[in-house]
């Protein structure tokens, strides 16, 4: 029977410490270290959130703001709700400008350009979420250069409070 060939001491210990490491020692409760800016705990009356879409240059159009507030008792499972989803879509790891749509071009020589276009006659929605007095945390975006999910949120969010 062929003999495997022996692991380098440096990789094995390596490979050992790695292996070690994947059982975790903290809490199955405990967040991620990339869980994001939000304390882990906040009363509820501070939670606001607010969303603004701009009309752009759309004739007749009508820039819009719906606001929700943990004071406001009604509110709060959709405030919550509003939490999860954001970040679930990372809301707290996006920049706070994603206004610039990129896209890419093959040149004729058979290199890529990369090509940035700022859409000043696209509307843009604002998401603002403040846990505390002193700690909000804005987005504004356009449905272009935004991630398809976070446009379908604040879509829905619009739609779901024009019917009321």
Known sequence: MPRRPAVPTALGLALCA???????TAPAAEPAADAGPLPRSFRIEDLRVRLERSAGPVAGAA????EFSGRVVEQRGELLAMLDTLQALQFFSLPSRMTVQTSHVLRED????TQWLQRSDEPATRICVAVSPGQ???VTFTASAAPADLV????????GHVRR
């Open 18 to 24: 790695g292996l070690i490491g994947l059982t975790g």
């Open 152 to 159: 379908r949120f604040a879509d829905q969010v619009f739609a």
């Open 63 to 66: 820039a819009r703001s719906l």
């Open 136 to 138: 909000e945390r804005c």
């Open 110 to 113: 058979g290199t890529v350009q």
